[in-house]
C-alpha cells in the first residue's frame, strides 16, 4: 500500500525553524515528484514547494522563497522542506504529495499528484 506520512510540524515562535519531512512506503521515491503544500484555516489550499524526481528541478511559491528549501534523499525515501524564519502566515497544516513520473519535472500544481499524506500542524506563534 502506498503511503506518505509528514512529519516535523509543531509550535514555534516567529522567526523559528522546522524541517518537515515526508516519508514513503509501499512504494520508491526515486520514480516520483514531490509536492508540498500547505492550508489554512478558511483558505485554499496552496502550493508550497515542489521538486522533481531527480532533484535537480525546485519551485517555490514566491512568499517562501529564500526562506524555505526542498530536498530529497532517495536512498532514505524521503523528501524534506527546511523552513526557517518562520511567520505567523506560515501556520496551516502542510502536506506532501507524490507524482509518479518518467521525466525529471517539478510539478507545482495540486491536481497533478495522486498520492497525499495526511499532513502536520505547523503553527507560528509567541
Known amino acids: 500500500q502506498l503511503q506518505l506520512v509528514e512529519s516535523g510540524g509543531g509550535l514555534v515562535q516567529p522567526g523559528g525553524s522546522l524541517r518537515l519531512s515526508c516519508a514513503a512506503s509501499?512504494?520508491?521515491?526515486?520514480?516520483?515528484?514531490i509536492g508540498w503544500f500547505r492550508q489554512a484555516p478558511g483558505k485554499e489550499r496552496e502550493g508550497v514547494s515542489c521538486?522533481?524526481?531527480?532533484?535537480?528541478?525546485?519551485n517555490y511559491t514566491d512568499s517562501v522563497k529564500g526562506r524555505f528549501t526542498i530536498s530529497r534523499d532517495n536512498a532514505k525515501n524521503t523528501v524534506y522542506l527546511q523552513m526557517n524564519s518562520l511567520r505567523p502566515e506560515d501556520t496551516a497544516v502542510y502536506y506532501c504529495?507524490?507524482?509518479?513520473?518518467?521525466?525529471?519535472?517539478?510539478?507545482?500544481?495540486?491536481?497533478?499528484?495522486?498520492?497525499w499524506g495526511r499532513g502536520t500542524q505547523v503553527t507560528v506563534s509567541s
Open positions: 504529495a507524490a507524482r509518479r513520473t518518467y521525466i525529471s519535472v517539478a510539478y507545482c500544481q495540486a491536481d497533478e499528484y495522486n498520492y
Open positions: 509501499g512504494f520508491t521515491l526515486d520514480y516520483y515528484a
Open positions: 521538486i522533481s524526481r531527480s532533484g535537480g528541478s525546485t
